[in-house]
């Protein structure tokens, strides 16, 4: 491999090619570094926070940051678990996420995170119970922004795979959230079909008529930690 180069992550050597970010050369050699705003095929964004690792004295996204030769990470300890316990704890206070009546449960990779990071009790923050209008103006998707976790795949792939625009952002700070560019989903260029609406990791964007059709025991995280596809390279 021609400029290839190693570095560590948790004292594991790991082979990195020029450009790669810590979370590609990861990858590729079978080592999980949680993450919710990433996805396959979209590029990078370093908005969740949950790749943080410890690389070099720092604190860096995995997901945007550049591998180096003899580079030093630091990803899978108690401390750095514990502070992704937490930014994924403010997810769940800052939305409504009722997993028991919500029709991504077992295949939510929030919920999965939640669960690979431990989270038994949040209750250290206050719950912020959004009210925001549910959209199912469109014929065949829901939008249910109270679950949104403004990770941006679905704006990314709109305008990237979709070149559509469908979504953005409005607001700021905490007031910030996804919307439609149009008075409602019905009334943009919005298919079902469209790759944006195949990248929401939680129950935000709805295909209406599929929801509970998946029996529980064959869900997505019914058989393996998030992440557990990545890591059985390594076996
Ligand atoms: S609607 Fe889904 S994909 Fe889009 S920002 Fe919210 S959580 Fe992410």
Known sequence: MTDAFTFRI???DVLARPGQTIMEAADAAGIYIPRLCDHEGLRHQG???VCTVRAGGRSVAACTQPAEPGLDVENDTPARNRIRRDLVEMLF???NHLCPI???SGN???QAMAYRLEMTQPTRFPWLEPCRALD???PDIALDTNRCISCGRCIRASQDIDGKGVFGYVGRGIHRRVAVNGPDLAHTGAAVTD???AVCPVGCIIRKGEGFSTPIGERA???GLIGHEIEEKRK
């Open 10 to 12: 948790d004292g594991v």
């Open 47 to 49: 908005g969740c926070r």
């Open 93 to 95: 206070h800052e939305g």
């Open 102 to 104: 919500c029709e991504k």
């Open 108 to 110: 939510c990779e929030l």
């Open 136 to 138: 199912a103006s469109h």
């Open 195 to 197: 790759a944006a609406m």
């Open 221 to 223: 995280f019914d058989h």
